[in-house]
């Protein structure tokens, strides 16, 4: 549901003054999405994956415990991964194409990425 005139009045208001009070939280705010938060998890996750392997292959003939704290860090990290990347494959096509504030997609990506984008919603459009 699009918003009125009132309140997209309202909500710029309330972006300029955001704006003003802290630029560096709204700069922050205006670029992350959804794949820049659930990548970084991602990448975080591999990372703790890996450790976990380390742990479990140099630890486990001395210490079983250790080999087991290795094996509790992987499935820690793994439950990370999934659930991350689950949340980035929800994320809709128009997020990833969206293009940023102030930005000419056509400028950067050439024409194609507007004629696929006509093609996409023509689809979207003929489904329902």
């Known amino acids: 549901m699009p918003l009125s005139e009132h309140e997209q009045r309202v909500l710029a208001e309330l972006e300029e003054s955001l704006s003003k009070q802290d630029p560096r939280f709204a700069k922050n705010v ?10 970084r998890r991602v990448r975080w996750g591999i990372a703790g994956f890996i450790a976990g392997l380390l ?3 140099l630890c486990f003939s001395t210490s079983v415990l250790l080999g087991l704290a290795g094996v509790a860090l992987m499935f820690v990290s793994a439950v990370v991964i999934e659930r991350n990347a689950r949340l980035m494959g929800r994320a ?6 969206r293009p940023s504030q102030g930005d000419d997609t056509r400028a950067n990506y050439g024409p194609r990425t ?3 984008r006509d093609w996409l919603s023509r689809q979207r459009r003929t489904r329902e």
Not at 30 to 39: F, L, Q
Not at 92 to 97: A, E, G, L, M, R
């Open 114 to 116: 507007s004629s696929l």
């Open 92 to 97: 809709s096509w128009q997020d990833i194409t």
């Open 30 to 39: 205006r670029e992350t999405n959804v794949y820049s938060h659930g990548g």
């Open 55 to 57: 742990i479990l292959i």
